[in-house]
């Protein structure tokens, strides 16, 4: 996906965490557990997953920008025995992942989402072939329109150097 904004912005909106449930398809919930430094931290989030359980995960956020190119990505790693099991929501084992902010020019910023997870639990393959598809595209827009909307918060990282900056 490709959207007018900036890199700071960008890493803003995924380093909100507690939003999450504003604009990450089927997300209920979002806390952060640990930050470790500005560029690292744990965060906790609870999926819906009608009509078969909840699931919960927790993944490890590090944030890194290319110096030359100012690409920045954010990548994504699942540490589900970081805090011990809710007995209600069934814990997603396998999550790896990125964002990645790949800077145009002229403002713009090419977005690309990938995430790799089981969700376990035995749930039927048609069912994870629908939500494969349907939850990330779902994210994209989501976060597309509260971009549009300019509803990200305007705020500057010391780690991220925007496309301009030299």
């Given at each position: 996906?490709?959207?007018?904004?900036?890199?700071?912005?960008?890493?803003?909106?995924?380093?909100?965490?507690?939003?999450?449930?504003?604009?990450?398809?089927?997300?209920?919930?979002?806390?952060?557990?640990?930050?470790?430094?500005?560029?690292?931290?744990?965060?906790?989030?609870?999926?819906?997953?009608?009509?078969?359980?909840?699931?919960?995960?927790?993944?490890?956020?590090?944030?890194?920008?290319?110096?030359?190119?100012?690409?920045?990505?954010?990548?994504?790693?699942?540490?589900?025995?970081?805090?011990?099991?809710?007995?209600?929501?069934?814990?997603?084992?396998?999550?790896k992942g990125f964002w990645r902010f790949r800077p145009l020019g002229q403002g713009k910023v090419e977005i690309v989402y990938q995430v790799h997870s089981d969700p376990g639990g035995g749930i039927p393959a048609w069912l994870v072939n629908s939500f494969v598809v349907k939850q990330p595209f779902r994210t994209l827009v989501n976060m597309k329109k509260i971009i549009e909307e300019s509803r990200l918060p305007d705020k500057k990282f010391e780690f991220i150097k925007e496309a301009h900056e030299k």
């Open positions: 996906m490709t959207v007018e904004a900036s890199l700071s912005s960008l890493v803003a909106l995924v380093n909100d965490v507690p939003a999450y449930p504003k604009w990450i398809d089927t997300c209920t919930e979002g806390k952060i557990l640990r930050r470790v430094s500005p560029t690292e931290g744990y965060a906790y989030t609870v999926n819906k997953a009608f009509p078969i359980a909840g699931r919960d995960a927790i993944v490890r956020n590090v944030i890194r920008q290319d110096p030359e190119t100012r690409v920045v990505t954010i990548e994504i790693e699942g540490q589900p025995d970081f805090i011990p099991p809710n007995k209600k929501l069934v814990r997603v084992k396998h999550i």
